[in-house]
């Protein structure tokens, strides 16, 4: 059952054609990935199906409803939730109060019910503790609950985005290059835990560099070159396709892992 699917989605900035006709659907429960060499209209698709942008021609269907030109707000609480390129922490908060904020769009309230502690209020707020607790078990950052975010190493604090929005519960993950500047090691732990938040029921769509990362958590893959879609399929399909490696690799034989 396709969760995500992307229409003949065309966006154009003046007389650039950054995307042109590009169609894929991501199924529930999958990892998909878009990959493509530097300019090939990656990040441009990526925003049109957060709603930063609104295509110029097309649209974007999530759970069955167009979510084109729908405020990026109402697409978060419809279930689909992004992180950025690069890591937009609130620094000066502790890893777990970072985790709180992400919890806005499932909790309810306000300044008033906050001062009278109703006891709908109390409830809550042990509740986004708990979750708060689990979230960071699960990413692996419970020992560093109480340390300033902008005091963590930068595998860390990527980390600590995933956490994050999986405060907001989403249905529909989007990871804008998660793995971008960090080390054989990091990039180990990250997808690690990218997988595990997979295997917990949450469909991801990303992007990527890191090819031998993409290769390992990916289910399925499009490309990307100068704004058009030239492949989809899986690994295997993607690694062996001539049109794939003379494009996003330049005429070389195959992908290193």
């Known amino acids: 059952m396709s969760l995500l699917e992307?229409?003949?989605?065309?966006?154009?900035?003046?007389?650039?054609?950054?995307?042109d006709s590009i169609e894929f659907s991501v199924e529930t429960g999958t990892i998909f990935a878009v990959i493509g060499p530097n300019g090939a209209g990656k990040t441009t698709l990526f925003n049109t199906v957060a709603g930063a942008f609104?295509?110029?021609?097309g649209e974007?269907?999530?759970?069955?409803?167009?979510?084109?030109?729908?405020?990026?707000?109402?697409?978060a609480q419809a279930g689909l939730v992004r992180t950025y390129q690069l890591v937009q922490?609130?620094?000066t908060l502790t890893v777990a109060e970072n985790v709180m904020v992400?919890?806005?769009r499932v909790t309810s309230g306000g300044v008033l019910a906050a001062l009278l502690r109703k006891p709908s209020t109390q409830r809550q707020e042990r509740m986004i503790e708990a979750r708060t607790r689990e979230i960071l078990e699960f990413v692996g950052l419970t020992h560093r609950a109480d340390v300033a975010a902008d005091l963590l190493p930068y595998g860390e604090q990527r980390l600590l985005e995933v956490a994050r929005a999986l405060a907001a519960s989403p249905t529909m993950l989007l990871l804008d290059e998660p793995a971008a500047g960090l080390n054989t090691e990091e990039t180990e732990s990250l997808a690690r835990v990218i997988q595990r938040v997979n295997e917990s029921g949450v469909t991801i769509m990303l992007i990527e560099?890191?090819?031998s990362f993409i290769m390992r958590v990916a289910h399925?893959?499009?490309?990307?070159?100068?704004?058009?879609?030239?492949?989809?399929?899986?690994?295997?399909?993607?690694?062996a396709h001539p049109d794939v490696i003379a494009a996003y690799l330049g005429g070389t034989e195959g992908f290193d892992d």
């Open 6 to 19: 992307v229409r003949n989605v065309t966006k154009r900035f003046g007389g650039l054609l950054a995307n």
């Open 54 to 57: 609104a295509p110029s021609q």
């Open 60 to 75: 974007v269907a999530f759970r069955g409803q167009i979510i084109s030109g729908q405020p990026v707000h109402k697409i």
């Open 89 to 91: 922490l609130f620094k």
């Open 102 to 104: 992400g919890f806005h």
């Open 209 to 211: 560099h890191d090819m």
């Open 220 to 239: 399925r893959i499009a490309v990307l070159d100068f704004g058009r879609k030239i492949a989809e399929g899986t690994p295997e399909e993607i690694r």
